[in-house]
């Protein structure tokens, strides 16, 4: 296939703040009475904010109601990002060269006002021509949905579009929008095995990301 476009996800591919969404839930979950599971980052990495804070009132035991979860915890992701967006090295000059030959799209678990402030903070806001928040599609990640709405308003066949992710459900998402997934896993949050096997192509960093590579994947 040629390739016509390139979707990033946000989180964990140009902000590095999966660290940062765990330390804040997980605190938040202690803080309201619930119990963080083992599992429940991994759970947690792409869903929407409704879903998200419906798991941590419903599954988790938060006293809290869902709405108020999303609420407080996103104010306090806007207070860590006003003092610092812990940018990934390497992951904004990534997206201006790719932007120099492709039309790019962002399609992330973050909440607008979140992606709004990430891509301010790095300079990126224009090299996006779409950005979404799963906050306005039916479903969060794995399922497909942001990835074909975005691929919908960029005017681009899904199927010749490569995805950026770095979580496994990110991965199954842009798989299943038919998009050609290059993987850039952290090193906290491995891929699970099937995830893996969805991804063309992955990564060891952000940086390895190069037009070369997109073009062999066409």
């Not at 999303?70 to 306090?76: N, S």
């Not at 973050?110 to 224009?126: E, V």
């Not at 928040?133 to 942001?146: F, I, L, M, N, Q």
Request: with cysteine.
């Amino acid at each position: 296939m040629t390739v016509d476009g390139v979707v990033f996800d946000l989180d964990g591919v140009i902000v590095d703040s999966e660290p940062v969404w765990e330390e804040v839930r997980r605190a938040y979950v202690a803080e309201h009475g619930g119990v963080w599971q083992d599992d429940t980052q991994r759970r947690l990495m792409g869903m929407s904010t409704g879903e998200w804070a419906r798991y941590l009132s419903d599954e988790l035991g938060v006293r809290r109601t869902a709405d108020q979860v999303a609420a407080e915890v996103v104010e306090e992701m806007a207070r860590r990002y006003a003092a610092r967006v812990p940018v990934i090295d390497g992951a904004v000059d990534v997206v201006r060269r790719l932007a120099a030959r492709w039309p790019l799209g962002l399609a992330s678990s973050s909440p607008t006002r979140l992606i709004g402030a990430a891509l301010a903070a790095t300079d990126l806001t224009g090299s996006f021509r779409s950005t979404l928040s799963t906050e306005e599609t039916e479903r969060g990640k794995p399922a497909p949905d942001v990835y074909l709405s975005v691929a919908e308003r960029l005017g681009l066949d899904p199927t010749r579009c490569v995805a950026v992710e770095d979580s496994s459900n990110g991965v199954r998402s842009a798989a299943a929008a038919g998009m050609a997934v290059v993987a850039v896993p952290h090193g906290a949050y491995p891929l699970d095995p099937d995830a893996r096997r969805l991804a063309v192509a992955v990564l060891d960093s952000i940086d390895e990301l190069t037009p070369e590579v997109v073009d062999r994947l066409g």
